[in-house]
């Protein structure tokens, strides 16, 4: 028996070690939402499919993946790359927007005018990872279809810690048990963005279908671990963790079909 416990307390030790070891993720993150000109969006991914996405690794960049609302009402195109840091990250588009392969594309793809409209064409987020999201890379599995969630809450005032301290111990686990794939966790990068530093938090979730998503966020909000996790970090805080009004905002996407993420 006192050699079970040794080796049980052997086997904790080493778990909690390479919990300890687990390499920080330093890279810079970039969320870029294009909205096409009217007619133009099958143009806009052709030119990322066929020529953008290979430039981009090219010069550094790391492509995570690329997307667009399954309601896309407004034209819109969502993607997320990767980079080593700021400074990689403008040297890495200085480049791009240099090289010729790049420069021939874009003229020949405008031929027939611009493929983003005129007024507010691109936004730009810049991001980093939580301390308790999945590793951030590509992620697809052949033969299988999902839908992806873009999740982003604006905490309220001072309890964006208490809200990710509750994703890191309980949410993130509760949303696996229903169903739901963590895909990456996200702040808003410190001094490099206009607003939203402190109050927001952006994830992706992946669900077999819009449905699906329903039924795991139904089953999720019933389950008593997660109701008692909400009433005490509520109590902590003493109110909501997240704004009242547009504190959670939804959007399902679908990945393109050039997207490394599917």
């Known amino acids: 028996m006192r050699r079970l416990l040794c080796l049980s307390a052997l086997l904790f030790a080493a778990t909690a070690a390479l919990a300890e070891d687990k390499p920080k993720d330093t890279m810079l993150y970039e969320l870029r939402i294009y909205t096409a000109a009217p007619g133009k969006l099958d143009a806009l991914n052709a030119r990322f499919r066929d020529h953008t996405v290979k430039l981009f690794e090219k010069h550094g960049m790391k492509n995570i993946g690329y997307w667009v609302p399954v309601k896309n009402d407004e034209n819109k195109l969502y993607y997320v790359i990767a980079h080593k840091d700021k400074a990689a990250r403008d040297a890495s588009f200085k480049a791009f927007g240099a090289d010729p392969d790049w420069q021939k594309a874009a003229k020949e793809s405008e031929k027939d005018g611009p493929l983003l409209v ?38 309220s005032k ?6 990710n301290a509750r994703f890191r111990d309980h949410t993130v686990k509760l949303f696996e048990k229903h169903g739901m794939t963590n895909l990456a966790y996200f702040t808003y990068a410190p001094k490099l963005n206009k607003s939203g530093e402190d109050v927001t938090l952006l994830y992706f979730l992946a669900h077999k279908s819009e449905d699906a998503a329903k039924a795991s966020f139904d089953a999720f909000r019933k389950d008593a671990d997660w109701v008692a996790a909400k009433e005490a970090s509520e109590k902590k805080a003493g109110g909501s963790l997240t704004e009242k009004e547009g504190g959670v905002k939804s959007l399902f996407l679908k990945p393109t079909d050039y997207s490394p993420t599917k």
């Open 158 to 163: 001072g309890n964006l810690d208490a809200l």
């Open 118 to 155: 005129k007024v507010n064409p691109i936004q730009v987020v810049f991001l980093t990872a939580t301390d308790y999201s999945p590793a951030i890379k590509p992620s697809h599995t052949p033969g299988t279809e999902r839908v992806f969630e873009m999740r982003t809450y604006t905490a």
